[in-house]
């Protein structure tokens, strides 16, 4: 048992290919096919919850304590401790096995916090069945999103066919799936818009290795404001001596990191290295970190926040980080 965790630690799969994907969204398609079949009357969300969980959560989850000056004081002084400012739209105060911690807010809460009056389309790039998209939809309701176009911009046939049935199923949302691919990037679809549109990645540029950086090119070629913002587990690129090494794909070290994973006990105290190592392991994404710190250094865009590893979607080893940025 302990020795097949080492070996495991230290395999070196190659990254997913697409008919991998396409298997894995062909299982979902085929779950919503049914689905919608079995409860045809059913609202979306609560298909929704059935197929993956509304994960919104709370609206505005500091103003409790913001407003009460009697607990407000070791609210603040839990920030402190995590070295967080107070009421910065983010973190909030919770509570974890006993403790104090703070927890960030939901990642579809704060894209829905970037969706503006004037946005005409919200566009998730490598969207899967749109999941994300729909808990948007659901999030902001009708009456707000009559006017939006919901676009699920997606790199298999499986998961467009997929959400494009919870779209019909709906009725009412204006929804459109497209072909998505980060190494051949096309966003003329977004052309027609010429206010606001809110374009966001979750856990999708992860899967390249490397992404064609004109993406960011087209996206502020448009006629629109761009508001661009990725959930990515690429904090790790922040640290030059990991990129280093994975630059070099130095085999040992990482096998050192996976190994140590297995063995030693320290390792749940290193989850940077881990991530690296992980994302090392799965051929993931290198160089989204340096597309967007390079786009903002040459003032092509500005950047609204940055959040490392705030959040795990589904494996401590692949957290998520935020870049949120507004293109110029
Ligand atoms: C882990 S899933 C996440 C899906 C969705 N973003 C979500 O949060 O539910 C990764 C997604 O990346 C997509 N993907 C893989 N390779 C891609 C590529 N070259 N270009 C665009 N998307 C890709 C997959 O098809 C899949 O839908």
């Known amino acids: 048992m302990f020795d097949d965790a080492v070996t495991e630690a230290s395999e070196k799969p190659e990254g997913r290919t697409k008919a991998s994907q ?66 910065e739209g983010f973190y909030h105060p919770d509570m974890r096995v006993g403790k104090y911690v703070v927890a960030s807010i939901s990642p579809i809460r704060y894209l829905m916090k970037c969706v503006r009056p004037d946005t005409q389309a919200i566009v998730e790039l490598g969207s899967g069945w749109s999941a994300n998209l729909f808990q948007l939809y659901i999030g902001l309701g009708y009456h707000r999103t009559r006017k939006i176009r919901f676009h699920g911009a997606e790199y298999t046939k499986e998961g467009q066919i997929a959400a494009n049935l919870l779209a019909e199923h709906d009725g009412q949302i204006i929804y459109r799936s497209h072909n998505c691919d980060y190494r051949a990037p096309n966003v003329g679809y977004l052309r027609p ?37 990725h959930i990515e587990p690429v904090g790790w690129q ?26 030693d006990p320290v390792a749940v105290d290193r989850p940077v290295e881990n991530a690296s190592w992980w994302s090392w ?41 935020l870049v949120h940025l507004e293109l110029w």
């Open 193 to 229: 818009y010429k206010k606001h549109i809110l374009v966001y990645t979750r856990h999708s540029i992860e899967q390249v290795d490397y992404i064609n950086p004109e993406l960011y090119d087209m996206l502020r070629a448009l006629d629109a404001q761009v508001t661009l913002v």
């Open 281 to 321: 392991r799965m051929n993931y994404n290198i160089n989204l970190i340096g597309i967007a710190d390079e786009y903002c250094n040459r003032k092509l865009a500005r950047q609204i926040r940055r959040e490392y590893e705030f959040a795990v979607p589904a494996n401590v080893f692949n957290p998520s980080t």
């Open 238 to 263: 922040r640290r030059p001596d990991l990129m280093e090494k994975r630059l070099a794909n130095d085999t040992a070290f990482f096998n050192a990191i996976g190994h140590s994973i297995a063995t």
């Open 22 to 87: 396409e298997k894995g969204w062909q299982k979902v398609r085929m779950k919503i096919e049914a689905l919608v079949k079995k409860r045809p009357d059913d609202h979306l969300s609560s298909l929704m919850a059935e197929l993956r969980e509304i994960e919104i959560g709370r609206a505005n989850p500091v103003d409790f304590y913001a407003k009460r000056h009697i607990i407000r004081p070791l609210a603040e002084n839990l920030f402190k401790r995590e070295e967080r400012q107070f009421n």
